[in-house]
């Protein structure tokens, strides 16, 4: 179990550039969620993955937002046309599937700042 | 829609106090999950707990416990003899029971214990 992997840990950006995060969930875990924090605030849900479909998308993914996961393995977030309101951490995370609905494993995030 | 509160922003406790974190959330959902998670200043949500709707049973785990009250939309968790190394932000998080992933969670409590 080598936990979630995300990359890059950090990225500074202008307004208006398109960025996009990567995330390499435990092997094995079939879910896949996106999460946003902003700061003194708890993670929000923005989308999430079983296998390589993509399940559902929250009101606060809107359309500059786009997020994959080809061959059910790692997955991608991108944000075009970047906007100071980004500004955030992005959080990945994954689970097993099961009836217990198991709990999730979260990635150190991708820490966004938009200038 | 689904909502945590967490009233307590920042706690100071001094080492081997004890000191309980307040969760409150609101649903209409007669079955869901409840969680606790840590993030420390390394920035990773850590898991610390799951309860679902039918089991009210308190919890203990070493210096942790739980202390969940279906009558009152409660989910306390306090730690007994605290130590520097609990210091982080806890997150009390609600989810769907279907989908335990897809969480709601509290603007989390800032515990800092002084040594």
């Known amino acids: 179990d080598t936990g979630v992997s995300q990359n890059p840990r950090h990225k500074i950006t202008k307004r208006g550039q398109n960025v996009t995060f990567r995330c390499d969930p435990i092997?094995?875990?079939?879910?896949l969620y996106w999460y946003r924090q902003t700061l003194g605030q708890g993670p929000e849900f923005l989308t999430y993955?079983?296998?390589?479909?993509?399940?559902?998308k929250s009101r606060l993914l809107s359309d500059r937002f786009s997020a994959e996961r080809p061959k059910g393995s790692f997955s991608t977030l991108e944000i075009q046309r970047t906007e100071q309101g980004d500004s955030a951490m992005y959080l990945c995370?994954?689970?097993?599937?099961?009836?217990?609905?198991?709990?999730?494993?979260f990635g150190n995030g991708t820490r966004l700042t938009v200038t | 829609a689904q909502k945590v509160t967490q009233a307590q922003t920042e706690i100071s406790v001094v080492e081997k106090e004890d000191v309980t974190l307040d969760c409150v959330y609101e649903?209409?959902?007669?079955?869901?999950?409840l969680f606790w998670y840590k993030q420390p200043p390394s920035g990773e949500l850590v898991f610390l707990i799951r309860r679902n709707s039918f089991d009210e049973q308190n919890e203990i785990s070493g210096r942790y416990s739980w202390n969940f009250q279906k009558s009152t939309s409660s989910f306390n968790f306090t730690i007994t003899a605290s130590q520097v190394v609990d210091s982080a932000v806890y997150f009390c998080?609600?989810?769907?029971?279907?989908?335990?992933?897809?969480?709601?969670f509290g603007d989390g409590t800032t515990l800092t214990v002084k040594p």
């Open positions: 993955f079983q296998n390589e479909a993509q399940l559902e």
């Open positions: 995370a994954s689970s097993l599937p099961g009836q217990d609905n198991p709990p999730l494993h």
């Open positions: 092997s094995e875990h079939n879910r």
């Open positions: 649903t209409r959902d007669t079955t869901y999950y």
């Open positions: 998080a609600l989810s769907e029971y279907t989908n335990a992933g897809k969480s709601t």
